[in-house]
């Protein structure tokens, strides 16, 4: 498992990685960029990370920009679709993911970002958690890739690979 942080490069830092259990440590505009914003804001700083070599993550604040990341824009993964939307349905959590957008992921080859520190910073931890469940079971059924990482932005924030795991196992990866 690979722990991602949106902090900068430290030596520390990797030594505190490697002792909670995570094979590689990767730091923010070292090894991964995360684009947000406009769709045109997106496609300059895509082009540009592309050029240093860098591994593109989108956060997505809106689902018309979440559906033209998946489509159009060269990025490797997708995070925060648990907060496009404020209130669930009645009968299903709306989660940012739909059946539609995961068969669009899978043809493009893009994977879904599950960050830690959104459950950590979130003001309804158990909505997030449902959203989560929910997103993992089209994920699974998609058969997308998926990250499971801290995406800290503080150390006090990192936790341990095993801890990371567990989380996973309940909300369903596990099965």
């Known amino acids: ?34 684009v947000s914003g406009t769709p045109k804001e997106v496609l300059i700083k895509t082009k540009e990370a592309k050029k240093k070599r860098l591994m593109i993550i989108c956060r997505c604040n809106d689902e018309k920009i979440l559906r033209f990341v998946l489509e159009k824009v060269p990025i490797d993964g997708v995070i925060g679709m ?26 493009q080859g893009k994977a879904v970002c599950f960050s830690f520190s959104d459950i950590l910073h979130a003001a309804d931890q158990g909505k997030v958690l449902n959203r989560m469940k929910f997103n993992l ?7 997308l890739r998926i990250i499971f990482s801290n995406f800290s932005s503080a150390q006090a924030e990192i936790r341990s690979a095993k801890d990371l795991e567990a989380v996973m196992r309940v909300l369903g990866k596990g099965k």
């Open 1 to 34: 498992m690979d722990n991602y942080l949106l902090l900068p490069p430290s030596l520390e830092l990797e030594q505190l990685s490697t002792r909670l259990g995570f094979a590689k440590t990767l730091f923010l505009n070292r090894d991964f960029i995360v």
């Open 82 to 107: 648990e907060s496009i939307f404020r209130k669930d349905s009645l009968h299903y959590p709306k989660s940012g993911l739909d059946h539609i957008l995961g068969k669009i992921a899978f043809e």
């Open 137 to 143: 079971r089209l994920c699974r059924k998609y058969k």
